[in-house]
């Protein structure tokens, strides 16, 4: 028999097994490309990135983001972080055409003898197709769609575009897209200063971030970086001598921490919300702005510290309010061994807030304490604003001197401590303050007044307590702080600092609705009249009785009028009570009213974004003209409008003048701690449930408000004064410190003249108890003290004789 059709048959089968795939092949190739997305859209690559905030300075004080991701040039990446990457991921990636066969054979080899996959074989430029073109699909269709885009892209994109978007848009681990992310988050630098060491540890990371994770395993996170050393000696790109070097190296994980992001967060917080409401949402946390705002960190970092500290003085006056907790001995343990991993596990010095300390005894001075593994110890004498403080038992009441009586710390007891010298850990007992958290709330808010910009701005005690921004967004009872408005207006009706009112009792009768009578008796905060008060000694000792008879005398609707040109925007109440500060009014807009007298009469509107960049450097928005020197685009927007002069240069600088004597003289004492010229206001109401002081210099402007969130006293002699002028004297103390002292500009037509303070009236020269007054141009008084005569009809109201 012949074999001649044997061998034909073999040679059509063998034909027909290698055509029939290839025609399949080629026919699923035509099939697949026609729908696979077009690689010339990498060219233009536009990944997610995060949105950054700038204070005034160039530090960021936020970042908002979905992906955080920092696109980086090539240039900019060291040689040996791209051959770490290389070496561990694709080692062929320079010879290959985007498929590398061996490895693919290789690793279906090594996954049939798993009996799983444990190794894969797509090439970096299969990944970039994966990550950027198709959907995470584990199919074989989308492995084949892989490779044809793989093929594609190095026919059109250079090697070191290839690497560009891998290096950009690989996860590394911990919210980091790519390499530049990463830099910062393991390592807090640049990717341009990364060594080899840290270069390998990152390129170990891709294959599983978090198992190799250097802050959750960093022994995993060495064995890797040994391997990809390896990787790169085999390579040629290093030798055994720099990989061994390497590997020795000690590395450093400096976990990427805005030290900033607590004590910024109402002002990024504000800034957030406007990005989101004008942009939308996907814009702020994908498209890369660049936001430039007016925070000066100083001012902000110091208007922080002092809303906290004032808050906490406030609250030590009104008494210890006892133990956060009493634990049991096992309890103790437990408590312990927990604070040493969370409060104290980077160390004890780099605890600066207070902590909690379990009491464990005491002595006739000193109240015994643990916290973490160290003993502590805090002066009863140092926390008298607790009140006699008794060490009992575990199973005793325990109690605080809130109600006057007597604190009793019962053993195990949980109490918050100040750390007041951590460098002495080793040496003995750690010396320690009594703390306690305060319940009342603060807001803080300065500006420069010539420009509006916003240099800080504090909402509240705690950010990460209370999101509640009442700087802002918290309308409270301004008290005695509105009078230098009241004040002004008058000054402008004909009033001058020398005209005298007379400080009596009053009574206002109106009958409700019901028919009943209802009386109201404005008074003096100290219950006392003073009898003839001219205005300058009306508001630098905040005289309610004259105020009223001054609003009354130039009309509630004149006076709120004059209000809203100021800034004043909230519903005022159209009744006499306006002059004792019962309408409720932001510290913002507080900020706005006094900025117009600080500003020479000018009203600016505040802002707090000086100017806003997309992700190409383009100036969207922006408060300098100079930016949009080719005219405003439809996408862009001058942010800021022009300065507009509401009140006259001399009525802004009276006002200033008298407001400098309520600091000299009146209830802005505090303020003379500054040693420079001061203009201010204290704000008390009636109630004690609101304080507030506003005041300021040349260069800078700020308002205090301290008050309770849910409305209730502040508490015995808590006024605007006490209460709240402290937070602005160490805020203004510290942002001051380089800004030297100057006057108060005097308009050219302001005239001074001596006055006799009994009367009002001109002093001779030689009186010896004349003061000096400033008037407006021709409203000096023109008769002299010792010429006066009876008051005449149209004086009545003023004198009240």
Known sequence: MSLRPFAKYIALALAAAILIPAVALVGAYYYVSASLPKVDTLSDYRPPIITRVYSSNGEIIAEYFKERRIVVPVERMPQQLIQSFVAAEDANFFEHEGIDLPSIARAALKNLRAGGIVQGGSTITQQVAKSLLLTPERKFSRKFKEAILAWRMEQRLSKEGILYLYLNQIYLGHGAYGVQAAAENYYNKNVEDLTLAECAMLAGLPQAPSRYSPYRNFERAKVRQEYVLDRMVKEGFIDAAQAAQAFEQAIEIHPRENRYIRDTAYFTEQVRRYLENRFGEE??????????????????????????????????????????????????????????????????????????????????????LRLGRWQAVFDKQQAKWAGPIEVVSADAASSGNVDGGKTRLPLGSVVEVRILSAAEANKGPLRVELEQAPLAQGALVAMDPKTGLVTAMVGGADFSQSQFNRAVQAQRLPGSAIKPIIFAAALDKGYTPATMILDNPLIYREQAESGELNEWKPKNYENKFHGMTSLREALAHSRNVVT????????????????????????????????????????????????????????????????????????????????????????????????????????????????????????????????????????????????WFVGYVPQLLAVSWVGYDQERPLGYQETGSRAAAPAWVEFMQSALREVPPRHFTVPDSIEFAPIDPDNGLLAVEDDPDLSIEAFAPGTAPTSYSMDREKPRAEDFFRLDL
């Open 283 to 368: 814009v702020l946390y994908t498209q890369g702005l660049e936001v430039h705002t007016s925070m000066d960190l100083d001012q902000q970092l110091a208007a922080q510290a002092a809303v906290r500290e004032n808050l906490r003085a406030h609250d030590k006056r009104r008494g210890f309010r006892g133990p956060l907790d009493i634990l049991t001995e096992e309890q103790v343990g437990d408590f312990l061994a927990e604070q040493m991993e969370s409060t104290f596990a980077d160390g004890l010095t780099a605890v600066a807030e207070p902590v909690r300390a379990v009491v464990t005894g005491s002595t006739k001075s000193t109240v015994k």
């Open 548 to 691: 009223v008879k001054i609003l009354e005398d130039i009309g509630v609707g004149y006076a709120i009028n004059y209000a809203r040109k100021l800034g004043i925007e909230s519903p005022l109440t159209r009744d006499l009570t306006l002059a004792l500060g019962s309408s409720a009014v932001t510290p913002m807009e507080m900020a706005t009213a006094f900025s117009v007298f600080a500003n020479g009469g000018v009203r600016v509107s505040p802002a707090y974004i000086e100017r806003i960049e997309d992700r190409d450097g383009r100036v969207i928005e922006s408060i300098d003209p100079a930016d949009f020197s080719q005219g405003l685009q439809a996408d862009q927007r001058l942010l800021r409008q022009e300065p507009v002069r509401v009140i006259s240069p001399e009525t802004a600088y009276l006002i200033t003048n008298l407001m400098e004597s309520v600091v000299q003289e009146g209830t802005g004492w505090r303020a003379r701690a500054l040693g420079r010229p001061v203009a201010g206001k204290t704000g008390t109401t009636n109630d004690l449930k609101d304080a």
